[in-house]
């Protein structure tokens, strides 16, 4: 019950802050960028408990509205433990980026419409909500394209430029071809219910024909794939993000990118199962290759959100790829190891968020305070901005998955999940999970690469640039909204349990049970069963390393010597000009781009073998059918009598 | 429980000093080995302790371009080192510390170091540090998945991926150092 008025009062919350903010920007711009941060502030914390308290009491609730819908029925909401974790998700990143914004929006965007800006960026966050938590196809849908065009119009915000034109153009056209594709699952799962509710839905997998079924999967794939960035549907992804101001990147990367995850798992799950286990693997291969190609783009892009947007690829792919052996396990029927692996899906869903909304705002930080993300003039900013500096360097440590960070706690649970299917009696499983662990390793890897060079391209150093030279720390909403994130990665660093304690009834509400289940854990301790598989304990992790890095510095003070150390310049073969002797974030990654250039093929190659083919094929379809339009009204006539005699024929037979 | 903790800190200890003693020696046993194998003489055996005495004598220099980072990470890398020196069993299997994270903790703590030496090689602005860095980067990014891929075989025949487990495989009781010579990569 509580949950419910918590629930709706956020509601309520959104939509007063946009109406608010909207009308408050015509009197003083300042004031209602506060007025949004503050109420974006309260209303995410209000559904954020709402959600937390669902999860914790594992069960479902309903919000129903006295609003009616045409072909719908009742306005209704039903949160289940899987919209609950969603809504936790949404909750607890738009914190952090509504504080960030009163500085974000401040510094940058205010002689633009600021009112605007803000009253969309509450309708962002309700949209999001709302999609997780929907009960109904067509409000699903609805909600799905008020959520796309919402974060169109942050694409095209930047009206001076005529990429954010492009860019939002390529966002629109591909999120709608998803959204087609949608709408097609839709129809056709409502022509076996005659309805349009979820609840109707639910458990239809055993009526549908097989092929049927398959070609729902695929269109599923496609549509929800397409919204998560999955390779070959990814195109969008790098155009989008680095248009949108930083803090709607930051949710879009950290968020709204999910809910193409939440689509596929709630489909999958509650809707088609059962299925066949080749799908499960169809979904896993599809998902490691995503994230290997992806991050290879990554490290060798020099803008910031570009590579940031990569890297967000690269991490559906991690977060899909436990889906993908969850639906394999499920179908098998190793139900226990497939609730784990989803758990572990989720939890590095969310881990992603964090760290990713970090980063992102972390880039509109900089962005603002040296107006360039070219990595080429960016340069020694961890003087001139200690906080963000180290601020990043929390987020690089914990997306590229190191210890003690948040990152490193999914990434475990990840592996274990994929080599727990040596239970498994499948000689496919068997092989190709550790397969795909170890190409996972690979993607960790190239990730530290790439943030290697993020970080010591941006802050370390000396500036490439004059615009760099004179940068200057950012504001203090600006550092609080990213110290919470920071903060945020090392505390679920170090606790785990907590979420997955949050976690674990998720798979239950999709009916895969777990009576034996793989895992056990308490406060600072995971355990996988078998007893002694494998054991987990971030928080002593923490605690020996703060342990161990002292004894370095003592072990030095006492052997060597007693002096402090020296500064001097760097010796550069006697040149002076030390800036131009740097090596420049190109030259880092050139070793990678050759080591790979089999599989490094140019960002077009997507576009030349696969969306320039599929244009022409459809221009030329529509250059084949021409001719029946001859604008002739004698033949249109005829067309018309033609259909008739046709129909006639068709309804005597 | 205080005698556990009391016995964890004694044995960490005693592994940690066996490992900072005898690692000077080890690495001029390799180098010597693989000088004999070339058809050189190769260095003394004790020509490790000698360099670390020069090494400490010598007064450290830094560029004025670094930050904290420079300074820190010789000590983060140390830390790193000595805590995979107590996760593989040396001098005595110290099985309380599986509880820890097993292999893959392994890997990623060796990653962990290896991230600030290629951020902190960054720090002096000069073009043959960061050309150091990139291929230390790249090298371990093709070391990387083929060592996971030997180790990860040892999970699937253990069953397991707490490194004592792996350790007594039976086939691996002849040689039972065989995975972690992989690490020497």
């Not at chain 1, 936790?88 to 205010?110: C, D, R, T």
């Not at chain 1, 475990?412 to 299917?421: R, T």
């Not at chain 2, 720090?123 to 960061?130: D, I, K, L, Y």
Request: hydrophobic fraction near 50%.
């Amino acid at each position: 019950m509580l949950e419910t008025i918590l629930l709706q009062s956020s509601f309520l919350g959104f939509i007063t802050a946009a109406a608010l903010t909207l009308a408050l920007s015509k009197v003083s711009k300042k004031l209602s960028i506060y007025f949004s941060g503050i109420l974006g502030v309260i209303s995410c914390c209000l559904s954020l408990s709402s959600s937390t308290l669902a999860l914790l009491n594992h069960k479902s609730f309903l919000v129903t509205y006295q609003l009616l819908i045409p072909l719908v029925g009742k306005f209704q909401l039903v949160i289940d433990p899987l919209a609950a974790f969603f809504i936790l998700l949404i909750s607890l990143l738009s914190i952090p980026v509504s504080i960030y914004s009163i500085g974000y929006l401040k510094s940058e965007y205010i002689n633009k419409n600021v009112g605007l800006l803000c009253a969309l960026f509450h309708l962002f966050i309700l949209s999001m909500i709302l999609v997780v938590s929907t009960n109904n196809g067509i409000v699903f849908l609805i909600l799905w394209e008020v959520m796309t065009l919402i974060s169109f119009f942050f694409v095209i915000s930047d009206t001076e430029n005529n990429s954010s034109k492009h860019a939002g153009f390529i966002y629109l056209l591909m999120t709608h071809i998803g959204s087609a594709f949608l709408l097609i699952a839709f129809l056709i799962l409502a022509q076996y219910t005659n309805d349009f509710s979820f609840t109707s839905f639910t458990q239809i997998g055993d009526q549908l024909p097989a092929k049927l079924k398959l070609l729902l999967f695929i269109f599923i794939l496609i549509g929800f794939g397409t919204k998560a960035g999955l390779i070959p549907l990814h195109i969008w992804l790098p155009e989008a993000h680095p248009q949108a101001p930083s803090h709607i990147s930051a949710l879009m990367s950290g968020v709204m990118i999910k809910t193409g995850l939440y689509g596929i798992i709630r489909f999958i799950f509650s809707f088609l199962s059962p299925f066949p286990y080749s799908w499960g693997l169809i979904l896993a291969t599809i998902s490691i290759l995503t994230a290997v190609t992806a991050i290879i783009y990554a490290s060798t892009e020099n803008n910031l959100k570009r590579l940031l947007a990569f890297s967000s690829i690269e991490n559906m792919g991690i977060v899909m790829l436990p889906i993908g052996s969850a639906m394999t396990l499920f179908s098998l029927g190793y139900t226990s190891l497939a609730a784990f692996s989803l758990i572990c899906g989720l939890f590095h869903a969310l881990n992603h968020s964090l760290f990713k909304g970090l980063l992102f705002m972390l880039a509109g930080a900089i962005n603002s305070a040296c107006h360039t993300l070219n990595l080429e003039k960016l340069g020694g900013l961890i003087k001139l901005m200690p906080q963000t500096a180290f601020f990043f360097l929390i987020g690089s440590l914990a997306i590229c998955s190191f210890p003690p960070f948040n990152g490193f706690a999914s990434e475990w649970l990840i592996f274990q999940s994929l080599l727990l299917s040596f239970q498994v009696k499948l000689e496919l499983v068997k092989i190709l999970f550790p397969v795909f662990a170890v190409l996972l390793g690979l993607t960790g890897t190239i990730c530290a690469a790439t943030f290697v060079k993020a970080f010591s391209s941006i802050f370390l150093a000396l500036p490439r640039s004059h615009q760099v030279k004179n940068a200057c720390e950012v504001s203090l909403s600006m550092k609080i909204g990213t110290g919470m994130l920071a903060v945020l990665c090392l505390t679920i660093g170090i606790a785990p349990s907590f979420v997955l304690s949050l976690l674990s009834k998720i798979p239950e509400s999709l009916n895969i049970s777990s009576e034996s289940p793989v895992y056990s854990f308490n406060y600072n301790f995971i355990q996988l069963l078998p007893q002694g598989f494998a054991s987990f304990s971030p928080t002593a992790i923490l605690v020996l390393l703060t342990v161990l890095i002292p004894i370095g510095y003592i072990v030095s003070r006492i052997l060597g010597q007693k002096t402090n150390y020296r500064k001097t310049e760097t010796w550069n073969c006697g040149v002076t000009g030390q800036a131009d002797f740097e090596y420049t974030p190109t030259a880092y990654s050139q070793p990678l781009e050759v080591v790979f250039s089999e599989l490094h093929t140019p960002e077009n190659f997507y576009h030349d073998h696969l969306y320039i083919p599929l244009i022409n094929g459809i221009k030329n379809l529509a250059h084949a059918i021409r001719p029946i339009q001859a604008g002739s009204l004698q033949i249109y006539l005829g067309y018309i009598f033609i259909t008739l005699i046709i129909c006639l024929v068709w309804l005597s037979l | 429980m205080k005698l556990i903790i009391l016995q964890f800190i004694s044995l960490g200890a005693a592994q940690i000093l066996t490992v900072l003693l005898l690692s000077p020696f080890i690495n001029t046993l390799i180098k010597k080995i693989k000088a004999l194998l070339q058809g050189r003489y190769g260095p003394p055996l004790l020509q490790g302790y000698y360099d670390l005495t020069k090494y400490f004598c010598k007064e450290s220099v830094v560029s004025k371009h670094a930050s904290w980072i420079f300074i820190t990470t010789p000590y983060i890398y140390f830390a790193t080192t000595l805590f995979a020196s107590l996760l593989i069993p040396t001098f005595y299997d110290i099985a309380s510390l599986n509880v820890l994270g097993g292999i893959i903790l392994l890997i990623y703590i060796f990653g962990l170091g290896r991230f600030f030496v290629a951020i902190a090689s960054m720090e002096p602005g000069s073009g043959f540090c960061g050309m150091a860095s990139s291929r230390e980067m790249m090298l371990a990014l093709l070391i990387e998945p083929v060592m996971l891929l030997a180790l990860f075989v040892l999970v699937l025949m253990s069953g397991s991926t707490n490194i004592p487990s792996i350790f007594n495989l039976p086939m691996l009781s002849s040689c039972s150092f065989c995975p972690f010579y992989s690490f020497c990569c």
